[in-house]
């Protein structure tokens, strides 16, 4: 287990410091770490994903439970670490875990292949949503997403209809996946402290009993929200018929899941 002072120590002797673009906040506490490996419910033998290895604090944790971690880091110095402290323990994809189109990049995909595995990591917050949307969207394989994510995105993830907070990333994660809050984590825990409060999400894959186009969904209601101010009558035009029980003065946000889905079909 890496406690503060050894994670300071391993940059320190490589010159290294954390790098705010790449959202370098350290989890030290580890009791958290505990927390993540143990929401995500690991047995020796399971395929891990884990975007972002850093100093290797959850890596170990995630080696100690028998996963098979398949690690992606994009700052250089931190991948020579890891590549340094685990060997060939932990099969390092070096660059950015997303490609073009914000999705999970061929790299990654190649390594992970063809069986099951899961998401375990505190991810840098600039990638947290898309690689959440694209592993629930387009990444059949992975079993679950037990991660640590800015507590914001986290609410925007479990806003419910009429809430603020209610857009297109909650509605395709609980369209396509069910969330679970598993606690929120307090700067504290991170080093260097982040400015935000944090959370732990567990988002599973969902079979729908109905199968629809994802990406189209995905544009629909992307298009919705991007006038989430206007009525839906302005929105899709006053002609354009309606489900039943769905009125053209509400707003988007005010639609739960089924009656998002209705709306998409009739289009
Ligand atoms: N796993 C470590 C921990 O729990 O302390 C570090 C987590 S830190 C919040 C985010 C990590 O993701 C950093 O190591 C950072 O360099 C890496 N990172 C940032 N953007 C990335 C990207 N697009 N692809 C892969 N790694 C990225």
Redo the contacts with the bound molecule.
């Keep these: 287990m890496q406690s503060l002072t050894d994670i300071r120590n391993l940059l320190e002797v490589r010159g290294l410091k954390p790098?705010k673009q790449?959202?370098?906040?350290?989890?030290h506490d580890q009791n958290q770490i505990r927390r993540l490996v143990e929401a995500a419910g690991i047995e020796p033998g399971d395929r891990v994903l884990?975007?972002?290895?850093?100093?290797g604090?959850?890596t170990e944790a995630l080696l100690e439970a028998g996963a098979e971690v398949i690690a992606?880091?994009?700052?250089t110095g931190?991948a020579d670490l890891v590549a340094d402290r685990f060997g060939d323990q932990v099969q390092l994809v070096r660059g950015?875990?997303?490609g073009a189109g914000r999705r999970l990049s061929p790299d990654v995909e190649k390594v992970l292949g063809d069986e099951p595995w899961s998401l375990v990591?505190?991810?840098?917050y600039?990638?947290a949503s898309p690689v959440m949307v694209d592993l629930l969207m387009h990444q059949p394989r992975c079993r679950g997403q037990f991660v640590t994510i800015q507590k914001e995105v986290a609410d925007r993830l479990l806003a419910s209809p009429g809430e603020k907070a209610r857009g297109p990333l909650g509605i395709l994660a609980s369209t396509f996946g069910t969330i679970e809050r598993i606690g929120v984590i307090p700067p504290s825990c991170f080093w260097p402290q982040p400015k935000v409060v944090s959370a732990m999400v567990a988002l599973r894959p969902l079979e729908l009993e109905q199968e629809i186009d994802r990406q189209a969904y995905a544009r629909f209601v992307t298009m919705l929200f991007s006038s989430r101010r206007k009525q839906l009558g302005r929105i899709l035009g006053r002609d354009r018929r309606l489900p039943e029980g769905i009125e053209p003065s509400w707003r988007p946000e005010v639609l739960t899941n089924e009656q998002l889905i209705a709306l998409f079909r009739l289009d």
């Excluded at 884990?50 to 100093?55: D, H, L």
């Excluded at 992606?72 to 700052?75: A, G, K, S, V």
């Excluded at 990591?121 to 840098?124: G, I, M, T, Y």
């Design positions: 790098l790449f959202g370098q906040n350290f989890l884990e975007i972002g290895p850093g100093t604090a959850l992606c880091e994009i700052d931190l950015d875990c997303l990591a505190n991810l840098p600039q990638a």
